[in-house]
């Protein structure tokens, strides 16, 4: 190749280069108006964390103002949704510890696997059977419920490789059933509906609300002691991300290879494993939080950026995200998280009972 050749490469990769760290520069910008707005006593008090209000926030511009950004940005905004939440989701492992997690002994994991797994395999199975959505959709959606709300969507949208539109409407189920919980659980908590005592509570709370901070908002109304166990809970379930996201990559690769396999002489290519490595980093976090190595002060400045980079990575998954595609399977994928909800209450108090009298 000649050098003259070489020479007259260079702008466009100068630009591109360019072009991608601009992108990335205005969702970092978007993202901090995000958190500000996020702040704001109105919609902290309803539960809606910076990640929710991001991709909201994200698709509102996305289908409205898009069209005066750049096409040479879009390259950091695909950057911002995919490699960045990647490294965000691994750190999020800074806010668990296996000390917290040994507090609530077996009754707290008994719940969270038997709650997870439930979830996950009703919501993929109502969704993919009863609903017709496609694998993705259906995943994400049980996803959200199952584990740890938009940051469990987020990492299994970064497992499957799944288009943005896909985790919008995950993310939807997870705002509305999720806000709906943190006002009604304390409600009939109160109302002796539940017939729960202050442990049964926790464990329940923890252990079937979708987001940490719905879980925090509706233990509180209750007990401080309540609201300790529910958080525990709720880690223990966030915790298990690790495990099921490895499962999946695994089932994931299987699937493709037996597709490949019905399509002649192709299934003899070599397929990449599609394991999440971020997540062996989630679980290097935890390690590294149960061990105390870092000082607590680094650990709160590394989770509040780390909860920035979540919030960037939610808001440039909705500035790609099109309500068109949404429109497509919203109500069937919003059914499918009301399917999982009913589950969640119902299912999740027989658990809570069964759990309580098998370790009580």
Not at 226 to 232: N, Y
Not at 317 to 333: D, Y
Request: aromatic fraction near 8%; charged fraction near 10%; charge should be positive.
């Amino acid at each position: 190749m000649s050098t003259a050749h070489l020479t007259a490469s260079n702008p466009a990769a100068e630009s591109s280069t360019r072009g991608q760290l601009n992108g990335i520069l205005f969702v970092a910008l978007f993202a901090a108006a995000v958190t500000r707005i996020a702040a704001i006593p109105a919609i902290a008090g309803l539960g809606l964390s910076p990640l929710i209000v991001g991709i909201v926030a994200g698709a509102l511009y996305g289908n409205g103002l898009r069209d005066g950004m750049p096409a040479s940005w879009s390259a950091g905004v695909n950057f911002s949704a995919r490699k960045l939440l990647r490294i965000a989701v691994a750190f999020f492992g800074l806010r668990v510890s296996l000390q917290e997690i040994a507090q609530v002994g077996l009754p707290g994991l008994a719940e969270s696997v038997l709650i997870v797994v439930s979830t996950l395999v009703i919501g993929t199975w109502a969704g993919m059977k009863i609903m017709k959505l496609d694998r993705d959709t259906a995943l994400l959606t049980a996803a959200g419920s199952a584990i740890c709300g938009a940051a469990a969507v987020l990492a299994f949208e970064s497992t499957l490789q799944s288009k943005p539109h896909k985790s919008a409407m995950a993310v939807g189920s997870v705002v509305l059933f999720g806000t709906l919980s943190m006002f009604l659980y304390p409600v009939l908590f109160k109302a002796g509906w539940l017939h729960l005592d202050t442990v049964g509570a926790g464990l329940f709370f923890g252990g079937t609300i979708h987001e940490v901070a719905q879980v925090v908002g509706a233990a509180s109304n209750v007990s401080p002691e309540a609201e300790h166990i529910a958080t525990i809970v709720k880690m223990t379930r966030v915790m298990l991300l690790v495990p099921v996201l490895l499962v999946v990559g695994l089932w994931v690769n299987r699937s493709a290879r037996s597709t490949s396999s019905h399509e002649g002489a192709a299934s003899h290519a070599p397929r990449k494993l599609a394991i999440p490595w971020f997540a062996l980093g989630f679980l290097a976090f935890v390690v590294i939080n149960s061990l105390h190595v870092l000082p607590e002060a680094a650990t709160s400045t590394l989770n509040m950026l780390d909860t920035f980079a979540l919030t960037m990575a939610m808001t440039a998954l909705g500035i790609e995200t099109r309500i068109s595609q949404i429109r497509q399977a919203g109500p069937r994928a919003l059914t499918t998280g009301f399917i999982l909800y009913v589950w969640l209450i119902a299912g999740g108090l027989g658990i809570t009972w069964a759990v309580q009298r098998l370790f009580g």
